[in-house]
């Protein structure tokens, strides 16, 4: 069975700076979906970047980016110049080859940012 | 930009109650989601559902648990006879747009806040 591993309950970074989010996860498939979401105190589930396994090029979305390795099975968040709006909880989560498959989650990492 | 909405926001009810969550999905999308995160854990899969039945489902979702697609654009949750433990935060979410062959991102709706008193 798949699995999500979210290794950091908590992180904090000074507000400007850069810091790194883990995620490692579990699977024998060759094909799969990799997931960030971020989650404000409003609780709402939001899409922060995507990676398909197929690709070697690592995902960017604007000041995120992932650095994605497949053969470790290692998903890292990158946020740089970190802003105020960007504490949440962020949750690291998996999706199988078939567009149907459920998502799995990490336990997620609260991010703190200092002012 | 279409998105996944949820009604109510939040649902307060009594334990033994049953209770109905309402979410529509993204049109054009085909394949849908119930998610629940108790506070503090992580979120766990419920059920997906596509053309009008269960494609897959969870050992969290027992009998007590049902979906239904009663028209063209919501999909529904009701929990026959809630207990304690189902207070949580309950996600729809909803993939696939034809209009463009095949999306592999799930869309979450804003939740639904459970308390069973």
């Known amino acids: 069975a798949q699995t999500v591993t979210q290794s950091q309950p908590e992180m904090s970074v000074q507000e400007a700076e850069t810091v790194t989010l883990s995620c490692t996860y579990d699977?024998?498939?060759?094909?799969?979906?990799l997931f960030w979401y971020k989650q404000p105190p409003s609780r709402q589930m939001i899409l922060v970047i995507r990676?398909?396994?197929?690709k070697q090029q690592n995902a960017t979305e604007n000041r995120f980016s992932v650095n994605f390795q497949k053969a470790a099975k290692s998903f890292s968040l990158k946020i740089s110049d970190s802003q105020l709006g960007d504490a949440a909880m962020y949750f690291c989560a998996y999706r199988g080859p078939s567009s149907n498959y459920q998502l799995i989650w990490g336990a997620g990492t609260k991010l703190i940012i200092k002012p | 930009e279409p998105e996944v909405t949820q009604t109510p926001s939040h649902q307060v009810t009594q334990m033994g109650q049953e209770v109905i969550l309402r979410c529509v999905p993204i049109?054009?999308?085909?394949?849908f989601y119930w998610y629940r995160q108790i506070l503090g854990q992580k979120v766990e899969f419920l059920v997906s559902f596509y053309n009008n039945e269960i494609s897959e489902k969870s050992e969290i979702f027992d009998d007590q648990f049902s979906v239904e697609r009663p028209d063209g654009s919501n999909f529904t949750l009701k929990i026959r006879s809630t207990k304690l433990e189902d207070s949580a935060m309950y996600f729809c979410a909803s993939t696939w747009d034809t209009l463009v062959g095949h999306t592999d991102t799930q869309y979450f709706g804003p939740g639904t806040r459970l308390t069973v008193l």
């Open positions: 699977t024998s498939e060759s094909d799969y979906y």
């Open positions: 049109s054009n999308h085909l394949y």
């Open positions: 990676q398909e396994a197929y």
